[in-house]
C-alpha cells in the first residue's frame, strides 16, 4: 500500500517552508493569478520557483491552485503562465474551470490537473468524465459521507483526494452568490466576503424576531474528520487535504504535526487507538479558533454542527514566539504573544517531543535584560538547555 499523501495549505511562502518541514508530502499554494483566496499573500513566479526549491530538499511536492471560475477577460495571460508554472517543476495545478484545464493540457505535457472540489464530484461517472478532459486526480465533493467515499472509490478510474479538516463553506461545494450579492466580491474570483459568518437581525413582517444578543449567522462549523483517518487510508484515496491558506504559521505547524503523527502509526500499527486520537485532540486544541464537527462524513449534518448566533471565530493567544536561531545555549525568539521572566513555557518542534522549560532570563538583541516581552516580532534572547532549530515554536505550556 502506498502511504496516504498529506497535503497542507501555505498562503505565503514562511508558511509553506513551515508546512513541509512539520511533515506535509505536498503543499498547494495561490499565484497571484487565476486564484481563489486573493485576501492570501499568494506567491509571485519567483517566489513559487522558491517553494518548489525548497520542497524538493525535503521529498515533497508543490501544487498551485488555478480554480478561479473565470469570465472571457480574465483568460489573458493565461498560457503564459502555466507555461512558467511547468517550467519551475510544478507538480500540479488544481483547477475548477473546464477551459483552464483544456488550456493546461494544451501547453504542459508535465503538469498534473487536479480537479477542484468546486465542481461536485459526487459519483464515480463524473470521475469517469473528468478522465476524459484528461484530469489527473480528482478532489470529491466535501459533501460526501464516508460509504459514498468508500464506494467511488472503488469504482474510480482516476486518483481521488479529500478534504479532512478546516474550514467549510455553508454554500454548496463553496458556489456562493452571497459575497457577490452583498458586497460585489465574487466568492468564484477570488473574493469571498465570508457572508455567512455575519450576524443578521431576523425580521418577521417587519418585526425583529432575533435577540439582541444573539444575532443570526448560518456559518458550519469547521471540519475535523480525524476519526475517519482509517476508513479513509483502507478506501484507496490517495491524498488528505487541509483547508486553510488564510491560516496562520503555528496553525499549520501544530495540525501538520498533528496529522502526521495519526498517518504514521496507522501505518506502523495498521490501526489508530483511542490514545492515539487524544493526543491528537489536545495538540488540536492549541490552535482551534472555531469549533469542529464531522462534515458530512457520517451524513447530513445537523445543527449541532453549524453556528448560529455567533460566527465561531476566537483568537488564542497560546503562541508566544518563533525560534529564528540556536546559539551557545541561548535561543533567538521572534515574540509573538505576551511572556515573561519566569513562565514556565513549551518548546514545539518539528521533530522532537514537546520539553518545557522555564524562562530563566531574557535579553534583547542589543544586550538590555527585560523582564516582560509585549511587543510583538521584537527579537530576544533566552537560555536553553538544549538545542532547538529554526521553526521550532515556543508555546505555553498547558
Not at 103 to 130: D, F, G, M, P, R
Not at 273 to 295: C, H, I, Q, W
Request: proline share 2%.
Amino acid at each position: 500500500m502506498n502511504k496516504i499523501e498529506l497535503l497542507a495549505p501555505a498562503g505565503d511562502l514562511e508558511r509553506l517552508k513551515t508546512a513541509v518541514i512539520y511533515g506535509a508530502d505536498a503543499v498547494y499554494i495561490g499565484g497571484k493569478q487565476f486564484s481563489l483566496r486573493s485576501r492570501a499573500s499568494n506567491f509571485d513566479v519567483a517566489q513559487i520557483k522558491e517553494a518548489v526549491e525548497f520542497a524538493k530538499g525535503y521529498g515533497a511536492k508543490v501544487h498551485v491552485t488555478v480554480n478561479m471560475i473565470p469570465h472571457e477577460e480574465d483568460l489573458e495571460g493565461l498560457k503564459e503562465y502555466i507555461r512558467q508554472l511547468d517550467e519551475i517543476g510544478v507538480t500540479a495545478v488544481i483547477c475548477a474551470s473546464v477551459s483552464i484545464i483544456q488550456t493546461v493540457k494544451e501547453v504542459s505535457s508535465n503538469l498534473e490537473v487536479h480537479l477542484s472540489t468546486q465542481q461536485s464530484s459526487l459519483n464515480y461517472k463524473a470521475v469517469e468524465y473528468y478522465q476524459s478532459l484528461g484530469v489527473d486526480r480528482v478532489v470529491l465533493a466535501r459533501e460526501l459521507n464516508m460509504e459514498q467515499i468508500e464506494n467511488i472509490s472503488k469504482k474510480a478510474v482516476l486518483p481521488l483526494e479529500v478534504f479532512i479538516h478546516g474550514g467549510m463553506c455553508t454554500n454548496y461545494s463553496g458556489r456562493c452568490t452571497l459575497s457577490n450579492y452583498m458586497t460585489l466580491r465574487d466568492a468564484n474570483r477570488g473574493g469571498c466576503a465570508h457572508s455567512c459568518r455575519w450576524k443578521y437581525h431576523l425580521y418577521h413582517k417587519g418585526k425583529e424576531i432575533s435577540p439582541k444578543d444573539a444575532l443570526f449567522s448560518m456559518s458550519s462549523k469547521d471540519l475535523m474528520a480525524a476519526e475517519y483517518l482509517s476508513r479513509i487510508i483502507e478506501s484507496g484515496v490517495v491524498s488528505l487535504k487541509i483547508e486553510g491558506r488564510m491560516k496562520s504559521f503555528y496553525y499549520i505547524a501544530t495540525i501538520v504535526k498533528a496529522y502526521r503523527n495519526l498517518i504514521n502509526r496507522y501505518y506502523e500499527k495498521n490501526m489508530l487507538e483511542e490514545s492515539d486520537y487524544l493526543e491528537f485532540y489536545k495538540e488540536l486544541k492549541m490552535v482551534e479558533n472555531r469549533p469542529t464537527a464531522e462534515g458530512f462524513y457520517q451524513g447530513l449534518p445537523k445543527k449541532e454542527s453549524h453556528l448560529y448566533g455567533i460566527n465561531g471565530e476566537g483568537v488564542t493567544h497560546d503562541f508566544l514566539g518563533k525560534v529564528l536561531e540556536y546559539r551557545e545555549g541561548k535561543a533567538l525568539i521572534e515574540v509573538r504573544n505576551y511572556f515573561k521572566q519566569g513562565d514556565v513555557v513549551e518548546i514545539f518542534s518539528a521533530h522532537n517531543e514537546n520539553r518545557r522549560v522555564k524562562i530563566e532570563s531574557i535579553e534583547t538583541v542589543e544586550g538590555e535584560a527585560v523582564k516582560v516581552c509585549n511587543q510583538p516580532m521584537m527579537k530576544v534572547w533566552i537560555p536553553l538547555s538544549f538545542e532547538v532549530k529554526e521553526f521550532d515554536i515556543m508555546r505555553k505550556a498547558v
